[in-house]
């Protein structure tokens, strides 16, 4: 059993199937580039081990939210380029450029402070300016990029290595406001152009905008939830699935296990867990198995009818997600006991649980189930015995 600790209770992390997820998503974007995004940890599979993987797969750059993140990269002796996602204070800005990663700039004192970090560390340094073109979450207004390019092209210690953007509905094709911000996007990079500055990469994909919109891909995808297997929507599932004609897709990589703790047997009308909620429709067992809400399962998945596979049978969750530990309806079906691998996301014989599932009756999206995954459950690579580490 995949453990480490005393809790039979781990995430299996498909290493080869981010390599799969990352090379089928790069074959579709060439001749743009792709980055991986690996901000939260992984999308919570670990940032580390995605990140070789991905780069196994021919991701050309990996891009991260915290300087935290990027610096625990380098600290894992990844030498690729990694992007910040968002501007940092000024302090972060000089810790980043310090262990060269690429920092994103949208404001004069981000520009300022990136210029006096690479002034120090004697060395051309890359940034990349970040326009808001409709999402209003960060990046400068289209009005203010001019001046931040020439305060950049103006200080020698400073190379603008990229100019790029943030889509907010390229999950749904059919919305035109992607294709607005792309025209607010090149319109920005006209002037600039104008003005004699050519921002060598530019970008402005997501997964979805790389699946659905090949107008989007530019230069470089920035792609993170379809590393992990997952498409961004329903529609851009369909999309990639007539792209790839008959190809195998995206392979989800994560899956949540643990073993049976203790099965009890008990009579038809008991009621389980906080507030006895559940009631048992007929005699049987009950198993707990040792994961709870702060392991990521959420607490509302009780009342919104989620199962388990053990036996390689959907078992309810017999009422209230506790924090450490959930119960499952047992009866009727194969015997239950303790030991049983119980798999909450994944595949068991012929059955599969994925985060889509647990999305639709959350009402939420797959990237909250896979990052919301705690940090007690152990990351257990699987699938790459032997490959080279990078
Ligand atoms: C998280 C993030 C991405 C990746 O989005 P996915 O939908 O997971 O592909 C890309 N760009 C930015 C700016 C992000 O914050």
Known sequence: MPRAGYRPAWVEVDLAAVTHNVRLLADLAAPARLCAVVKADGYGHGAAAVARAALEGGAAVLAVALVEEGVALRDAGIEA???????????????????????????????????????????????????????????????????????????????????????????????????????????????????????????????????????????????????????????????????????????PVLSLKARVHLVRHLPAGERTSYGRTYALDRPGPVAVVPLGY?????????????????????????????????????TGGPPVAPGDEAVLLGRQGGEAITADDWAERLGTISYEVLCGIGPRVPRVPVGMAGAPRR
């Open 81 to 251: 380029p990694v992007l910040l996602l968002s501007e940092p204070t000024a302090d972060g800005i000089a810790e980043a450029i310090g262990r060269e990663l690429t920092v994103t700039c949208y404001t004069p004192g981000g520009v300022a402070a990136a210029a006096a970090a690479a002034r120090r560390r004697g060395a051309p340094t890359r940034v990349h300016l970040k326009v808001d073109t409709g999402m209003h979450r960060v990046g400068a207004a289209a009005e203010d990029v001019a001046g931040l390019a020439a305060a950049v092209d103006a200080e020698p210690a400073l190379v603008l290595g990229g100019l790029w953007t943030h889509l907010a509905v390229a999950d749904d094709p059919a919305d035109p406001f992607t294709g607005d911000q792309l025209q607010q996007f090149h319109a920005v990079a006209t002037a600039l152009a104008g003005a004699g500055i050519h921002p060598p990469v530019r970008h402005a994909a997501n997964t979805a905008a790389a699946i659905a919109f090949p107008a989007a891909r530019l230069d470089l995808v920035r792609c993170g939830i379809g590393c992990y297997g997952y498409a961004p929507s329903p529609a851009c599932r369909d999309l990639l699935t007539t792209a790839l004609a008959g190809r195998e897709g995206l392979r």
């Open 294 to 330: 702060h392991d990521g399962v959420a607490r509302a998945l009780g009342a919104a009818g989620g199962e388990v596979l053990v036996g390689g049978v959907r078992r309810r969750l017999a009422g209230t997600v506790t924090m450490d530990q959930i119960l499952l309806d047992c």
